[in-house]
């Protein structure tokens, strides 16, 4: 403990054989108590990574959401060192990048990600080419639409406009933009922030005035007439 070491008690090929999620679950303690992986800890898990895809999906969804919510997400990139990745989402590559420049970005990414559920597993999906992870992944039916939601408009234009943008609102949900959209738009666009900080004064504004964004935000209806 005093050395801030993961190892295993014992053979640690044995006690990864016994239950493959241990591999995952020490990448998670990684995380959340600031250890580094033992030599020969993070050798098995390389060595059998590949049994990782027999365990249950909700097993690892509940290993996977510790992880990622933990004080550092960041350390999510050796899922891609120790081959975990790859075995759990069936992919054998990520991106066009090196392996070590997809780890680099994905864990830049959560650095700056503030911690909430739907924002952190939305950035960490943008860095995953796997095909409906949170379905495979077993997530309730919230996690699934706004985490896509959150994706499908990543790279949606926001222009300084009301109008444009009362447009843009409406079509992600006015809720989702302010809470969700756009912190997880200044995470991607880090370079980008002066313009997404104008968006969000923006937005403020509109929701200060209380603006009617649709029709069905009318007070009135046909029979009021």
């Not at 120790?82 to 992919?91: D, K």
Request: aromatic fraction near 8%; charge should be positive.
């Amino acid at each position: 403990l005093k050395l801030k070491v993961i190892r295993c008690v014992g053979n640690p090929l044995e006690r990864f054989s016994e239950d493959a999620l241990r591999m995952l679950r020490a990448v998670r303690f990684s995380a959340s108590l600031d250890f580094s992986l033992e030599t020969s800890t993070m050798e098995a898990i390389i060595s059998l990574a590949p049994s990782i895809s027999k365990v249950s999906r909700e097993r690892i969804q509940a290993e996977l959401e510790k992880l990622l919510m933990s004080h550092l997400p960041q350390r999510a990139a050796l899922l891609y060192d120790t081959g975990l990745m790859q075995m759990i989402f069936n992919e054998n590559s990520f991106f066009s990048h090196t392996l070590s420049s997809e780890a680099s970005l994905l864990s830049a990414a959560l650095m700056r990600s503030p911690r909430e559920h739907y924002i952190r597993w939305a950035v960490f999906a943008s860095y995953v080419s796997a095909n409906n992870i949170f379905k495979s992944l077993k997530f309730d039916n919230a996690t699934v639409k706004i985490c896509g939601n959150l994706i499908k408009h990543k790279s949606l234009p926001l222009p300084l406009k009301e109008p444009e943008l009362k447009r843009c609102i409406v079509r992600i949900g006015r809720d989702i933009f302010g809470k969700y959209y756009l912190p997880y738009r200044k995470v991607l666009e880090y370079e980008n922030l002066k313009h997404l900080e104008a968006i969000s004064s923006m937005y403020n504004d509109i929701v200060q005035r209380g603006d009617c964004l649709s029709i069905k935000e009318l007070k009135i209806n046909g029979s009021d007439l």
